[in-house]
């Protein structure tokens, strides 16, 4: 079973940039799908990103495509979520989870280990 450390949110402003970092504890990080979900105040997790085992494949959500990058290194068990041109509608707290599935999935039924999530607060 995996255990997922998120980190490295806070307060920025409309057009600025942030860099989140999901560490793994546990075994088998190389063996499961990545994940990002975003849960804004009063609003369901959302499908955020998504990156394979290796890290030679990713998905987005069509909100974010274009300006965020998911990135893994399986060396140090992490994942990563570079965030550029930020909006306030990216306002939310972030979690990253762990999939088995064979395929990229986008509902968060297919993810588990989920983190403690960081808070992200764009300003405008």
Not at 14 to 43: E, I, T
Not at 76 to 93: F, H, I, R, S, W
Request: proline content about 2%; some cysteine; overall charge positive.
């Amino acid at each position: 079973q995996v255990q997922l450390v998120e980190a490295g949110g806070g307060l920025v402003q409309a057009g600025g940039s942030l860099r989140l970092s999901c560490a793994a504890s546990g075994r088998g990080f190389s063996g499961y799908h990545m994940g990002w979900f975003r849960q804004a105040p009063g609003k369901d997790r959302v499908f955020v990103a998504v990156i394979t085992r290796s890290g030679g494949g990713q998905k987005y959500a069509d909100s974010v495509k274009g300006r965020f990058t998911i990135s893994r290194d399986n060396v140090k068990n992490t994942v990563y979520l570079q965030m550029d041109t930020l909006k306030p509608e990216d306002t939310a707290v972030y979690y990253c989870a762990a999939s088995s599935s064979l395929g990229l999935m986008v509902a968060k039924d297919y993810y588990k280990g989920w983190g403690q999530g960081t808070q992200v607060t764009v300003s405008s």
